[in-house]
Structure formats: structure tokens, C-alpha cells
């Protein structure tokens, strides 16, 4: 089963589409606000979660490797030396999200159930995407949010197959419509 969810994730990968921006004008898009930005969690080598998995034991979860680690203060320093204002920053309760989203260093972390993944629980895409769209629209400002998540909650909302530590940058349009505005990738 894991193997035909990594053909699909490769498939979707080669055909997903993305707007074609330069990491400038994304930058200056970013400075403008307007923007929501999801982050999938830096590097954290595998994939899905051991059978022992449980939520409130990081030792049975996958986490960040040291390159992870830096990946994720290298992100919160690119908006930090962009002067992207951040508001406020959420993320799953997977401890890779967690850490990721620490590690960025703008602002007090809040964790959202549902962006938790959902890779080995495929009949809660649905019911779950459905519940973080509406949460994104109803939100009293819809910039400088940073939402730290997995690559299928980010693939189910945008199309987009984000590498590890990828910056999917997305803008709400009425109606309950989503725009990727563009990506960066922070593996380099």
C-alpha cells in the first residue's frame, strides 16, 4: 500500500502545476501581504510514521534530521532578512511539524488538529481539507499566516507537491477559492 501512495505522490508530483514566479517578485508578493504561506515540515528522513506511532511520544514519530534542523532556521531567517511580517504561525501536532515550526523563531506556535496528516488515514483527506479551507476563510486576516503541515494536507488544498521545508504561498480569493501564487524551495 505505502508503495503505491509513493507512485501516486510521484505522479502528482511531475503533474502538478505551479505558477511560475521568481523568488523576487514571490519575496515582494510576501512584503505586500495578502498571502498565506504553508511550509511542510523541513527534513525528516523516511517516510510515513512507524506502526508504534503515537502523538504524544516524539521517540515513535519521524523527526527532523540536523540537516532538517537547519533547513528550519534557514527558513525563519529568510523571512526574518526578507522583512515578511508573520502574524501568527500554526502547525500539526506531528513533531516534525513542531519542531519545524519552532525552529522558524517568529512567534508563538499553535497547533491545529487538522493539519495533521492524514498519509496512512486516507478517508480523513476529505472531511479534513474541507475543515482547514473553511478555517482559512474565516479568519479575520488572511496574511502573514505561516501554517506548518505535511506534503498530502498541502497537495489535497493546492495541487502542490512540496518538497521538505517547501514554501507554498497562497492567496484566498472569494468564492472559497485558492490561488498559488508560488513556491520556494529551501533545500538550497
Not at 521517540?59 to 540537516?67: A, D, G, H, K, P
Not at 498530502?152 to 468564492?175: C, D, H, M, W
Request: with cysteine; glycine share 6%; aromatic share 8%.
Amino acid at each position: 500500500m505505502k508503495f503505491l501512495k509513493l507512485i501516486l505522490i510521484i505522479f502528482i508530483s511531475i503533474n502538478s502545476p505551479v505558477k511560475a514566479d521568481s523568488k523576487k517578485n514571490l519575496i515582494e508578493h510576501l512584503k505586500k501581504g495578502g498571502k498565506l504561506i504553508f511550509i511542510r515540515h523541513a527534513y525528516a528522513p523516511g517516510s510515513g510514521d512507524p506502526d508504534n506511532f503515537n502523538i504524544n511520544d516524539c521517540t515513535t514519530q519521524r523527526n527532523l534530521s540536523e540537516s532538517g534542523r537547519i533547513q528550519s532556521k534557514k527558513i525563519g531567517k529568510f523571512f526574518l532578512e526578507n522583512k515578511i511580517k508573520i502574524k501568527n504561525v500554526y502547525s500539526s501536532e506531528w513533531c516534525r511539524c513542531k519542531e519545524t515550526a519552532r525552529l522558524l523563531k517568529l512567534g508563538i506556535v499553535e497547533e491545529i488538529q487538522f493539519l495533521n496528516s492524514f498519509f496512512d488515514t486516507p478517508e480523513r483527506e476529505g472531511p479534513q481539507t474541507t475543515a482547514l479551507r473553511k478555517w482559512l476563510f474565516h479568519q479575520a486576516s488572511s496574511s502573514g499566516l505561516i501554517l506548518v503541515t505535511h506534503q498530502v494536507n498541502i497537495t489535497a488544498l493546492t495541487g502542490v507537491v512540496p518538497s521538505s521545508g517547501e514554501l507554498v504561498v497562497i492567496r484566498l480569493k472569494k468564492p472559497y477559492a485558492i490561488e498559488v501564487v508560488g513556491t520556494i524551495d529551501t533545500r538550497y
